[in-house]
């Protein structure tokens, strides 16, 4: 049930999905890599929008779908030494018209002069590409064991709304990427670890809205930013 009385309730959505993996292992099981494939077609999907006086409205959209691959591998050269990447492409779009109202029996209607998203929309908060790596060492030295890491990850532009006028008034979400290092040892049941978080101070868009309805708010449009360059020490003892 929608908070605001005079909406009607939003409906049900239905997602069916066809997916096609694998896992395997190479080189003497050195190497591991796995992936999928897939193919989604989304009926009548529910999302949220700032309605009249700045009220949570859900809504329906007609159909959408979603094809993409993800894939990761993981690598051991040497002792001691993981290299690990992965990566996901995902293209997630509109395959009806998104006109904003619904029919006498509560569905959502697809054809209309003016949509407000066309088919072939993309579909927001979902970025085309998103991809990291990690390479990491373990090492004795003397008693302790030392391990050394460094992460890289990154996330593609994406839209904040569905709709088309919307996005003109927020703006898109920045493609970004972050690195993380860390250094650590552990000995008996202790373990230290120091590391540096967004190594690079990258501020990133991960979330871009407005205060209340965007055509009333839109001129100040906040931000929800990565965290920024962090340095954490952290001290851990297991029983």
């Not at 939003?10 to 069916?16: E, K, M």
């Not at 590409?129 to 996330?155: C, G, M, S």
């Not at 120091?194 to 205060?211: H, K, P, T, V």
Request: proline letters at 5%; a negative charge.
């Amino acid at each position: 049930v929608n908070r605001r009385a005079s909406l009607p309730p939003y409906t049900s959505d239905f997602l069916t999905n066809y997916e096609l993996g694998w896992k395997t292992m190479w080189l003497d099981k050195s190497v591991k890599f796995n992936g999928a494939v897939y193919y989604m077609t989304w009926e009548d999907f529910q999302f949220s929008v700032l309605g009249a006086n700045s009220f949570t409205e859900i809504r329906n959209a007609g159909q959408a779908e979603i094809k993409g691959a993800e894939a990761d591998v993981a690598w051991q050269p040497m002792a001691g030494l993981t290299l690990a990447a992965g990566a996901a492409y995902t293209d997630a779009k509109l395959t009806e018209n998104y006109c904003g109202f619904l029919d006498a029996q509560g569905n959502p209607v697809t054809q209309c002069a003016a949509p407000q998203a066309p088919s072939g929309t993309e579909l927001p908060v979902t970025p085309k590409l998103k991809a990291n790596a990690t390479a990491r060492y373990e090492f004795p030295i003397d008693d302790y064991d030392v391990h050394l890491q460094a992460a890289w990850a990154y996330q593609g532009a994406s839209w904040p709304d569905l709709r088309i006028d919307e996005r003109s008034i927020l703006g898109k979400q920045k493609a970004f990427a972050t690195v993380d290092v860390s250094a650590g040892l552990e000995r008996d049941a202790w373990s230290m670890e120091f590391s540096i978080l967004n190594a690079f101070d990258e501020r990133g868009d991960l979330q871009r809205f407005s205060q209340c309805t965007a055509g009333v708010c839109g001129g100040t449009t906040y931000i929800v930013p990565t965290r920024p360059r962090t340095f954490s020490l952290r001290l851990g003892r297991s029983f």
